[in-house]
């Protein structure tokens, strides 16, 4: 049997503690950030994932040291190279991130064009024109971004995006942090991850105001001083643990969370009649018996999040009634959706809009994973349903969920 796929045996509430990990969407873009040191960084709380692996590989190939151990990684030196091996950046949409820190840095910058999940075009031409805003000259010549900064450096600038976005909010911080001048993001994304980038950025020195709002302001400085940082945990994980919790009826103790980071979710997770309490840092979440059905649309942060939209939908597979979910983020992002069907799910499609039929109990199947959160809804699925479902394809789920089979494993999951 491959290594790739689990097992699973469902139906059987699940009861236990889970451990949130260091957020995955956090650590990359501040992976990324170690480009603009001088000499050293260091990361702690930091998730041991494939794609963590991936984003310090990158780094490295440009020539920065690093020491990964115990959930702690230490940065040294500054990038030596422009260009980043295409065999990484293919792997993962994520490591555009390094665009804005390295061109700060070295002037000029290589990047060929990134991959990553398959959920939809996820084109970059906000990350690029917020580059052009401060200063930089792009081109693209067969497959590859070429980049420079004429002048030596980033100037400041009002850089207004047409639509929200993570990524290309958080290109701009970067780039702007070490710029001459102000800066001024209007319609910046505000999600948690991005007020931990701009946190440990001002923590080494950066000047950084409006971080979690819809404009954030930048006064360029000349260089960032060596810190210590700790990754925020990851709502999405502590969100996808909730989901697992009330599909199978269990109580799960999400600890070493923020749960203000998922207040939208946990007030939709409180709508279908799941029990919620929420203290200082952890959250328990008992499922019930009946679950109400609960009409959810995606929106940039503080709405409700899309990482967690397939989660939510395995859960109102299992409601009672009908629940419209509506995708307003990304284009192709319910792939998950004829994988549960094989599962007995009713769910019907029309444009970006799903409508879930609930039913008593999913029934078990051979599915295939095809993107990182799918995969989560997926194995919720299998959890929930009759009988010993097949997860195939799970190294997407290894991308984003640090040491998930030994999780699942701890709250008595039937796995293997
Ligand atoms: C980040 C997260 C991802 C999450 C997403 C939305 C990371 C590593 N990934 O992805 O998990 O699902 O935010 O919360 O943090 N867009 C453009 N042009 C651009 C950039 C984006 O049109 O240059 C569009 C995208 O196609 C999408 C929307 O903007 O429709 C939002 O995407 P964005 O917020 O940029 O997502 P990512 O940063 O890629």
């Not at 067969?142 to 995006?161: E, H, M, Q, S």
């Not at 925020?232 to 996808?240: H, K, Q, T, V």
């Not at 959810?296 to 899309?306: I, L």
């Not at 069907?341 to 409508?355: C, E």
């Amino acid at each position: 049997m491959s290594k790739d796929r689990l097992i699973i045996k469902g139906g059987k509430p699940l009861f236990g503690d889970v451990k949130i990990s260091g957020a995955k969407n956090a650590v990359l873009p501040l992976i990324s950030m170690s480009l603009l040191f001088e000499k050293s960084f260091t990361l702690e709380n930091v998730p041991d994932l494939a794609d963590t692996r991936l984003m310090i590989k990158l780094i490295n190939a440009l020539g920065i040291m690093t020491k990964f151990y115990n959930g702690v990684i230490d940065f040294h030196g500054e990038p030596q190279n422009i260009e980043a091996p295409k065999e990484l950046v293919s792997k993962m949409r994520a490591s555009f991130l390094i665009l804005a820190p390295l061109l700060s840095k070295k002037h000029n910058a290589i990047i060929p064009m990134p991959g990553g999940c398959e959920i939809g075009e996820r084109p970059i031409n906000y990350h690029i024109e917020a580059l052009q805003r401060l200063g930089a000259e792009t081109s693209f010549q067969n497959g590859f971004l070429k980049a420079t900064l004429p002048n030596g450096k980033f100037y400041g600038n009002i850089i207004k995006f047409p639509q929200v976005s993570v990524g290309a909010t958080e290109c701009a911080v970067m780039a702007a942090t070490l710029a001459t001048g102000k800066t001024l993001i209007y319609n910046a994304a505000k999600e948690p991850e991005i007020v931990d980038l701009g946190n440990c950025l001002n923590l080494a020195g950066a000047k950084i105001k409006g971080l979690g709002t819809d404009v954030i302001e930048i006064d360029g400085v000349s260089k960032l001083n060596p810190v210590t940082y700790s990754v925020i945990p990851d709502r999405i994980e502590a969100g996808s643990f909730a989901i697992i919790a009330s599909i199978t009826q269990g109580e799960i103790n999400l600890l070493n969370l923020n749960p203000n980071d998922l207040n939208t979710f946990f007030e939709k997770l409180k709508q279908t009649n799941v029990n919620i309490e929420v203290y200082n840092d952890t959250v328990k979440v008992k499922g019930v018996s009946k679950i109400n059905s609960v009409n959810v649309q995606t929106e940039p942060h503080p709405g409700f999040p899309t990482d967690l939209q397939a989660q939510f939908m395995s859960l109102m597979c299992v409601a009672n009634g009908k629940s419209i979910i509506e995708e307003n983020i990304f284009e192709n992002r319910f792939m998950h959706v004829p994988e549960l069907r094989k599962m007995k799910a009713s769910i019907k499609i029309n444009g970006n809009v799903a409508t879930v039929n609930g039913l008593k109990q999913l029934q078990a199947a051979f599915v295939k994973a095809t993107d990182l959160r799918a995969s989560m809804s997926l194995i919720a699925a299998s959890l929930n349903a009759n009988g010993e479902s097949v997860v195939s394809d799970l190294s997407h789920l290894k991308r984003g969920y640090e040491n998930f089979e030994e999780k699942l494993f701890n709250i008595g999951a039937d796995i293997r």
